[in-house]
């Protein structure tokens, strides 16, 4: 079983950069595929990135290319996201996600994740 928390949400004025962090507890996190969704209250999570194993695929939305990087570091059990170039569009709570095996991207990708986070608060300024 693995559990995870978010963390490194905030304010942050558009233009600015933010770091958010995911910690896993449990010893297969080097297994696991991670992902980071966001939500806005009415609508559905959306994905963000998402980062294999090894941490040598990572997938991004169209949205957040060339502003959000997906990272992870295994011998610390934590995955991150690099969020620069912020815009009042990217407001949202932001879950750290995790799968076993391939990872998966993209529309519909939060079906496929098993163990999610609780989530933290991104609001960005305008």
């Known amino acids: 079983q693995v559990q995870l928390v978010e963390s490194g949400g905030g304010l942050v004025q558009a233009g600015g950069s933010l770091r958010l962090s995911c910690a896993a507890s449990?010893?297969?996190?080097?297994?696991?595929?991670m992902a980071w969704f966001r939500q806005v209250p009415g609508k559905k999570r959306e994905f963000v990135a998402a980062?294999?194993?090894?941490?040598?695929?990572?997938y991004q939305a169209d949205s957040v290319k060339g502003r959000f990087t997906i990272s992870r570091d295994n011998a610390k059990n934590t995955v991150y996201l690099q969020m620069n170039s912020l815009k009042p569009e990217d407001t949202a709570v932001y879950y750290c996600?995790?799968?076993?095996?391939?990872?998966?991207?993209?529309?519909?990708?939060?079906?496929?994740?098993?163990?999610w986070g609780q989530g933290t608060q991104v609001t960005v300024s305008s």
């Open positions: 449990g010893r297969t996190f080097s297994t696991y595929a």
């Open positions: 996600a995790g799968r076993p095996g391939l990872v998966v991207s993209g529309t519909g990708a939060s079906l496929a994740y098993e163990h």
């Open positions: 980062i294999s194993w090894s941490g040598g695929s990572t």
